[in-house]
């Protein structure tokens, strides 16, 4: 732990357990291509682990994946990412990590807005991107279990996730 | 895709004339279709090989009648041709 207080990021009224996850449609990346797709035509094949981060290339972006990988929950839900970065640096990404995991772009950070997750960078003027944040669907989109970064940085509970997957899916 | 889920996927890369081309033809058929974005790099793209036999954009994939082909040409022919006036389809 530090000696300093870490930043603390403002209130959000993000959507939680029981509601229906904002629906939307940005590019979708895989490892060959990408492709309009709506986030209720992905959950409708099964559970979907929904994961906000920073943009690509931020560290807390290669320590969330490189911990999504460890855990393995590709293997038991469907594994779809959201930043801001361009489907070209998504694709670098599947190369290094995010092992079995989709993508989405969304450069404007509307999907950000609607989920209020919404990060407004200090020092990187006109740059707003996605708090970390993790929430888990079922096929209609009902969130099972949300979490939401409440500092700068702040790490998904990856226990709580990996109980919320064991008790719903 | 739960729209309709068009039964033309056009696997096309970022800014290439000869895909625009096609699409110029899908556009004026009034015909719906997918797209499917790949790299610039031609060694990365499998699935367009995969489909169509070669790595080249444009390709299309056509469900609607089974046909796989590359080259805007003979795209843009198939799609006349098939769709156009008089057409077959």
């Not at chain 1, 694709?91 to 290094?96: G, Q, V, Y």
């Not at chain 1, 989709?102 to 020092?123: I, K, M, N, Q």
């Not at chain 2, 015909?31 to 499998?46: I, K, Q, T, W």
Request: aromatic share 10%.
């Amino acid at each position: 732990m530090v000696d300093f207080e870490v930043v603390s990021l403002p209130e959000t009224d993000h959507p939680t357990v029981g509601e229906i996850a904002p629906d939307f449609t940005r590019p979708l990346v895989n490892e060959e291509y990408w492709e309009d797709a709506s986030l209720s035509s992905i959950v409708a094949d099964g559970p979907t682990l929904l994961v906000f981060h920073p943009m690509d290339g931020a560290f807390p972006t290669t320590y969330i994946w490189k911990e999504i990988d460890e855990r393995g929950f590709a293997a038991d839900v469907q594994v779809v990412g959201v930043s801001i970065s361009s489907p070209y640096e998504h694709k670098e990404l599947l190369k290094e990590r995010a092992a079995d995991a989709r993508l989405f772009s969304d450069p404007t950070a509307e999907v950000a807005a609607a989920y209020d997750v919404e990060h407004d960078l200090d020092g990187m003027a006109g740059v707003t991107e996605h708090r970390p944040a993790v929430f888990l669907l079922d096929e209609e989109r009902t969130i099972q279990y949300a979490w939401v970064a409440g500092e700068w940085p702040e790490f998904p509970a990856y226990d709580e996730i990996a109980a919320a997957i064991d008790d719903h899916v | 895709m739960s729209d309709s889920d068009p039964h033309i996927t056009l696997y096309r890369l970022q800014a290439c004339p000869f895909c625009e081309r096609v699409v110029r033809v899908l556009d004026e058929l009034d015909l719906p279709y997918r797209s499917r974005f790949v790299e610039p790099m031609h060694a990365d793209r499998n699935v367009v090989k995969r489909v169509s036999g070669k790595r080249s954009v444009p390709a299309i994939v056509d469900e609607n009648t089974g046909v796989k082909m590359s080259e805007s040409a003979n795209i843009v022919e198939y799609l006349t041709k098939t769709y156009g006036d008089g057409g077959v389809a």
